[in-house]
């Protein structure tokens, strides 16, 4: 048999017989051979490989976005480079010249700067997942539908009695914390309330961000039972942290509210009431918008280009049914 005809079968060509094929692989197979995807790369102009940076791998959430990244490219027979910007512009610049340089045929992108101007010009087809995403007119991005989200979680907020959440919110730099405020503001205004009366607090999207502005909230005067809806789900725990240390109740004293759905909110306790972002079909459709970029599918800013997914309510046990309770008094 010659080498040509053995190529041919390692490369799944269907331009030999099927009793050939089986004689190649199965000789393959003995032989412990491995085809080089290097040098078949270099042929094709594809390596193969993706690359997907995401700002906090420490954080559940964005385990669960690898998740279903990496479940999608190798359903593609495709494999995926891993990189954590740790929510640093300089490091995730870094990151994408090291996947240039990888030749990675394409990237999954969560840009953690609102104004990243090497991403235009990465070299690389390029989806974006995330809030900041929509700061970037042109590039295709998949990420969860904002003002749906916080909808249901204001939505949730009033049916159990509770009328203007406290909030903690991401660094003012964010695009993300101004829709989380204005989907706030617009439901405060519908019920006729004074978004003015919001208190809110900055932090990072951390557990000690979360833990330090609960404590600042705590701080303040107030009366009565107290509501705190917080921008996700690792500074909700932080604020859970920060009621057990300053001997207060949650839910009896103070309701908490999280946002992202990662698993580890079914470990606190009280459990963690939040509203879930689909993170794996995030990435998973991230991935396939690459995969069809890369194969020359759809093109920048089309139509299809932008695709947000809903969020959905996870109750659990850190918010109080006030309207129940006055129901009972009633």
């Keep these: 048999m010659s080498k040509s005809t053995a190529a041919r079968a390692l490369a799944g060509a269907q331009s030999i017989s099927a009793e050939a094929r089986e004689r190649v692989l199965a000789a393959a197979l003995a032989l412990g051979y491995e085809r080089n995807h290097l040098a078949a790369g270099m042929r094709s102009g ?19 976005v690898t ?13 995926l480079m891993v990189m954590s910007s740790d929510w640093d512009a300089a490091a995730e610049a870094r990151h ?3 996947l240039r340089r990888a030749r990675v045929d394409g990237a999954v992108i969560n840009p953690v700067s609102d104004h990243v101007a090497d ?16 700061a ?11 003002p749906q989200a916080v909808t249901l979680g204001m939505d949730f907020i009033v049916s159990k009695g509770h009328f203007m959440p406290d909030l903690i919110l991401g660094p003012p730099s964010r695009l993300a914390r101004t829709r989380l405020v204005n989907v706030v503001h617009r439901h405060c205004v519908a019920r006729d309330l ?7 607090e900055s932090a990072d999207y951390t557990v000690e961000g979360g833990r330090a502005a609960m404590h600042r909230l705590l701080a303040r005067r107030g009366r009565g039972h107290r509501c705190v809806f917080a921008a996700n789900d690792m500074m909700a725990l932080g604020a859970l942290m920060a009621l057990h240390e300053a001997g207060v109740h949650c839910p009896r004293d103070v309701s908490v509210l999280g946002f992202d759905g990662s698993p580890i909110g079914a470990c606190s306790a009280p459990q963690l009431t939040t509203i879930a972002k689909p993170a794996r079909e995030i990435a998973a459709r991230a991935v396939e918008m690459l995969v069809a970029r ?3 599918g759809a093109g920048q800013g089309s139509a299809e280009a932008r695709v947000h997914l809903p969020g959905r309510l996870v109750e659990r046990g850190s918010v109080a049914d006030l309207a129940a309770a006055v129901r009972r008094r009633a």
């Design 46 to 64: 594809r390596s193969g490989l993706l690359g997907l940076i995401i700002p906090d791998i420490s954080n559940p959430f964005w385990t669960e």
């Design 67 to 79: 998740r279903g990244a990496q479940d999608r490219a190798a359903a593609a027979d495709l494999s």
């Design 96 to 98: 994408l010249r090291a």
């Design 119 to 134: 991403l235009p010009g990465a070299g690389m087809p390029v989806v974006l997942i995330g809030s900041a995403a929509e």
């Design 136 to 146: 970037f007119a042109g590039i295709p991005s998949v990420g969860s539908d904002i």
């Design 194 to 200: 004074d978004p003015a009366d919001l208190a809110m």
């Design 294 to 296: 890369i194969e020359g």
